[in-house]
């Protein structure tokens, strides 16, 4: 017993034999109850049965085959007419002279089981030797991202230099963008967190696109504190604690006023 791949269709017979005689519908369900059969777990006898003595239903076979009901009793009693299949009792449906004609495939069978194993073992050592490769392709390649990524982190990672850079142009940011001195230090602190995802190139930028993603009616905002009186204060560029920049960056990174702003001079 087995399931065949496939089975043989004869030309010459198909083309010029009795067969021909018969309407297309009744051609076309003899070639479904062929492959049926030879898809059958009693491939090998030509039998479609589901189990020893017990046969599909005409609705399922109807349901495997996608066709009418009425079309497959028509062709089924054409075929049990014309000598081609035998229907037994609970619709055990054998096909004749099935080993007459499908006897190739036991011919075959031998010949396949011998080469199966070589072939297959064949297969089985490439793909082996494939999947190791990948596997090794996949490991340096880790590796290879994992070393530019270090590398990144550590060339564009904030620096000391970075955060006063940014804290010189406190005043700049403030006033044209309404960027606060909580914001500032928070932004530093996103950054160091964030050193080993993302590549900054230019700090200043980053935190102008930060600010007004984070607060998307900056514009109205900063329109509204520009009416507001003014009281800010000029750092002093000379001062040695904040180099211009108007605030300091305590321990801890908090960034304080510096004290040179109180001595400074109004803006405006």
Known sequence: MGRRTWIKIFADNWLRGTLREETPSIRGIWIDILALAGDSTYGDEGIIQVAEGLGLTDEQITAILCIKLTAWLEAKQRLIDTGRIQVSKHNVIKIIKWKKYQSEYERQKPYRQKLQPKVTSESDSKSDKEKREERREKRDKRK??????????KEHSLSLEDKQKILKKQNYYLENYGITKDYIQNFFLKCEAKSNKYKYTDFGKTLIVWWKGDHPDWEKDLKKQRQRPRGLLNPDPKCPDCKGSGSVIKEGDIIETC???????KVG
């Open 259 to 265: 004290d040179c702003r109180k001595r400074g001079f």
């Open 144 to 153: 290879e991202i994992k070393k530019e990524r270090e590398k990144e982190r």
